[in-house]
C-alpha cells in the first residue's frame, strides 16, 4: 500500500479514501482486542480497585489517564508506522502537532471514554481516523466491549458489523421529524466551570426534547447518531481525536454535522450531529441558547 503523504488529484481521493478505511478498521480492531484484553489485568473485576501506578490525571484531577491508554495508542502508532510510514499522526495521549493538515494524517483516541473503562461500564471505543488536509476521509470506531465495528470513507456511506467475521451492516440515522420526540446525547468538559455551563444548557434544553443520554464516549455518541439510537448529539470542548472518526461515520450515514476546526485541539467550540429531519429545528434551538458559540 502506498505510503506517500502527497494528495492525490481529487478523481482518485475515493481510491485512497477506500486504502484508509481498510487500515482504520485494522488498526483500530487490534488495539480493541488489546484494551479489551488488559482490562481485566490492570483492574480485575468491574469496580475494582487499579494496579498500582496504573491511573493518573490530566488537565484536572476528574481527567484520568491509564496506562492502558498510553499502551494503547503506542501499538496503533506503531501499526499506522508499518501501513503508512510517512504519514503524521496526531493521539490524545501521545500528541503531535495539531496545525499539521497537509496530506494525509491519523487522529487517533486509544481509549474514548476512559472513566467508563476505569469503572467497568461497558462504554468505551477505540477511534482511528484518516484526514486529507484536515477533512475526515476515512475511519473506524470500535465499542469494545460490544465488539462492534462502525466505519466509513467519504462518499461511501457508513456501515456497522459485529466482530470482524460479520456481515457489514448500512447505516442511517432516525426518521425522526419532532424535536419533542427526539432522544439527545451529550457530554461535559472536565471544567468545572464549563461543566456548570454545559449543565445549565441541559436544563433549559430537556424541556424541549424527549430526554437527554449521557453515554460518556462521544465517539459512540457519534456513531449512535449513525445507527438511529439517539436522534442527536451535541457537545462543547471536544478535541480532534474525539471527533475525527465519528463524525465522518454519522455523515455518511445521513446526519447533519457540525465539528470544529481539524486544528482546533482543547478549545470550547461545540460538535453537532443530528438526523436530518431535527437538525435545521435543533440547530435553531441551540443557536438561540448560545450554544454554536464557544463556551
Not at 508499518?82 to 491519523?106: C, F, M, S, Y
Not at 486529507?132 to 470513507?153: H, M, Q
Amino acid at each position: 500500500m502506498c505510503c506517500d503523504r502527497r494528495v492525490p488529484e481529487q478523481s482518485n481521493i475515493a481510491d485512497l479514501a477506500t486504502d484508509l478505511r481498510v487500515v482504520a478498521e485494522e488498526v483500530a480492531m487490534e488495539a480493541a482486542a488489546f484494551v479489551r484484553r488488559r482490562r481485566p489485568e490492570v483492574f480485575g473485576v468491574p469496580g475494582g480497585g487499579a494496579a498500582a501506578g496504573a491511573v493518573q490525571s490530566k488537565s484536572t484531577p476528574t481527567d484520568p489517564v491509564t496506562i492502558v491508554d498510553s499502551e494503547s495508542e503506542q501499538l496503533i502508532r506503531e501499526q499506522l508506522r508499518k501501513h503508512r510510514p510517512d504519514d503524521a499522526i496526531l493521539g490524545e495521549e501521545g500528541g503531535g502537532d495539531a496545525n499539521e493538515t497537509d496530506g494525509v494524517r491519523w487522529v487517533v483516541d486509544p481509549i474514548d471514554g476512559t472513566v467508563n473503562f476505569m469503572y467497568g461500564i461497558r462504554a468505551y471505543a477505540v477511534s482511528v481516523a484518516a484526514q486529507i488536509d484536515g477533512r475526515s476521509v476515512a475511519g473506524a470506531v470500535i465499542d469494545i466491549a460490544a465488539d462492534l465495528i462502525y466505519s466509513a470513507a467519504l462518499g461511501q456511506g457508513a456501515t456497522r458489523r459485529q466482530g470482524s467475521s460479520g456481515a457489514a451492516e448500512p447505516l442511517s440515522c432516525s426518521a425522526e421529524t419532532s424535536l419533542g420526540h427526539a432522544l439527545i446525547a451529550t457530554g461535559f468538559s472536565y471544567s468545572a466551570e464549563h461543566r456548570r455551563r454545559q449543565g445549565e444548557l441541559v436544563a433549559s434544553i430537556l424541556p424541549v426534547v424527549r430526554d437527554i443520554r449521557r453515554i460518556g464516549s462521544a465517539a459512540l455518541d457519534l456513531c449512535m447518531v449513525a445507527s438511529g439510537q439517539v436522534d442527536a448529539h451535541y457537545e462543547h470542548s471536544l478535541n480532534p481525536w474525539d471527533w475525527a472518526a465519528g463524525s465522518l461515520i454519522a455523515t455518511e450515514a445521513g446526519a447533519v454535522v457540525r465539528v470544529p476546526a481539524a486544528t482546533e485541539s482543547g478549545t470550547t467550540h461545540v460538535t453537532v450531529a443530528a438526523a436530518p429531519g431535527i437538525a435545521a429545528e435543533f440547530l435553531s434551538l441551540l443557536e438561540g441558547k448560545g450554544a454554536l458559540e464557544p463556551l
